[in-house]
């Protein structure tokens, strides 16, 4: 951070707002030209998420799942939170598990990512997964999520698919590559 950024004095945060989900909160601050402002955010949380990058044979694994922010099935690396307790990898392996019906022998961490963080605290820890063998675990999808293998030599075509539009989806295509550039299979 730039050393001469001083970060804004918050004077109040107050609840406007909560569902079963999610809590909004109303944050008055300062900032060190004095000027005051008044934003809104969802209630920051400690809880992160993992997307995972799952690799089988010369193929991305990808499913399709519901958003029903946009009431359409989209095209995706499987995600999920991770538990309290669980690590970044153990997370990713459980809900590859879950997702997909596969396990993993070897993770990579790529990145940790931030999704509109004037308004949220999530943070989404992207991994790539290798060496994938058949193991299942119930989750709590609500129906099977169908699978699609793309190729790999094929990968930045997944930016042409109507259905693939979601922001850490296409962060983690390009992730994935730069990876998969400088560590072949």
Same mark, same amino acid.
């Given at each position: ?6 970060? $804004?004095?918050?004077? #109040? ?20 030209? !004095? =000027?005051?402002?008044? %934003?809104? @955010?969802?209630?920051? &949380?400690? @809880?992160?998420?993992?997307?995972? =990058? ?12 519901? *958003? =029903?922010?946009?009431?359409? %099935?989209?095209? !995706? ?26 396990? *993993? ?5 790529? +990145? ?5 963080? &004037? %308004?949220?605290? +999530? ?5 790539? *997964? #290798?060496?994938?063998?058949?193991? +299942?675990?119930?989750?709590?999808? $609500? ?18 698919? $109507? ?7 296409? +962060? ?14």
């Amino acid at each position: 951070m730039d050393k001469h950024l001083q970060k $804004p004095e918050i004077h #109040k945060v107050t609840t406007v707002a909560s569902s079963r989900l999610f809590t909004i909160e109303s944050v008055d601050l300062t900032f060190s030209n !004095g =000027v005051q402002r008044v %934003y809104e @955010r969802m209630r920051p &949380s400690n @809880r992160e998420a993992v997307l995972i =990058v799952p690799v089988i044979g010369e193929d991305l694994l990808l499913i399709h799942e519901y *958003a =029903v922010g946009i009431d359409s %099935y989209e095209l !995706g690396f499987p995600k999920g939170l991770i538990d309290p307790g669980e690590s970044v990898l153990e997370a990713a392996n459980r809900e590859l598990m879950e997702e997909v019906g596969y396990g *993993a022998q070897h993770f990579d961490f790529l +990145s940790q990512l931030t999704m509109a963080p &004037s %308004y949220f605290s +999530s943070r989404m820890n992207i991994v790539i *997964a #290798k060496g994938l063998y058949s193991q +299942s675990l119930e989750g709590d999808e $609500p129906e099977p999520l169908p699978q699609t293998r793309w190729p790999i030599a094929r990968m930045m075509e997944l930016l042409n698919e $109507p259905d693939f539009n979601e922001a850490r989806n296409i +962060s983690a295509l390009f992730l994935a590559r730069e990876f998969l550039l400088n560590n072949p299979l």
